[in-house]
């Protein structure tokens, strides 16, 4: 596969506890195109708030460095018991405030709250249709991420998606958050029943018989089945690198990409 035309980006994770200013900078000097972006209460991200003047300043940064925003995240949970419109309300406003950065995609979370019931997916499936119409005034996708809870299995994901069904909403696929809940990645893909919108990449290992998130060339996750597929599928989306390890997120990261197109040249 032509790693030429690869859309690259690398996800916000790893880098919450470099200042975005560092960030852009290390970015643009590797050559990345492409950041993503969150809003959470650390150096590197957006503030959980922010004001129009620090979306304005940080769009400023990342254009000054040559780069785009390929995702920018979306919070709220929609899986708690009370009062979920608030939380409705809290996704719309990120959709507001991402809409300013110029994204081409929004990434959601379905929620953290351990329930396995029937009211928790009519309720998380309408919450999510209700956000992808919201983000349809921006034309943006929405990609929902398999993230453990309500979205550890590819059954749990299906069912949500299909609960919502908007042409805006479709996954974001993440192989290691799938193997890290107990779910094959490989099959998690041959059994999606919807667009996949956005994807992450890293992997785990086994430390001690615990589960541990680690870079790609250490972990147990076989890759090109899954990049093959993909590709068969049609995806053309970004490839998103997702190291989340801040210590050596830079080290981390470069060797990701060396691993990713690695595999991706010989599929």
């Not at 975005?20 to 959980?48: K, R």
């Not at 719309?92 to 994204?103: E, K, Y």
């Not at 990645?185 to 999606?192: H, K, V």
Request: hydrophobic content about 35%; glycine content about 8%; overall charge negative.
């Amino acid at each position: 596969m032509n790693t030429k035309h690869i859309r690259l980006a690398s996800s916000p994770w790893g880098f919450r506890q470099t200042p975005l200013e560092n960030q852009c900078a290390w970015l643009a000097e590797q050559g990345f195109q492409y950041i993503c972006g969150q809003f959470f209460d650390a150096p590197g991200c957006f503030p959980l708030n922010p004001t129009p003047e620090e979306l304005a300043a940080g769009k400023k940064l990342t254009q000054s460095q040559g780069l785009s925003y390929a995702s920018v995240n979306v919070n709220g949970d929609f899986t708690v018991h009370e009062n979920v419109d608030a939380q409705i309300a809290l996704a719309c406003r990120d959709v507001d405030n991402a809409a300013t950065l110029q994204p081409e995609v929004l990434i959601i979370f379905a929620g953290w709250e351990n329930r396995d019931d029937q009211a928790v997916y009519d309720q998380a499936s309408a919450a999510l249709k209700q956000i992808a119409q919201y983000a349809a005034k921006y034309k943006l996708p929405l990609a929902l991420e398999n993230h453990g809870g309500v979205t550890s299995t590819i059954e749990q994901c299906n069912r949500l998606l299909a609960g919502a069904d908007e042409p805006n909403l479709g996954l974001n696929y993440d192989p290691a958050n799938f193997a890290m809940h107990g779910e094959d990645p490989l099959r998690a893909l041959q059994r999606l029943e919807h667009p996949i919108v956005f994807t992450h990449f890293k992997s785990l290992k086994r430390v001690g018989g615990k589960k541990e998130y680690c870079r790609l060339c250490e972990g147990e996750i076989d890759y090109p089945p899954i990049l093959r597929l993909l590709r068969d599928r049609g995806y053309d989306g970004f490839y998103t690198l997702e190291y989340e390890e801040p210590s050596d997120v830079f080290a981390g990261t470069l060797d990701d990409r060396k691993s990713l197109f690695g595999w991706l040249e010989k599929i």
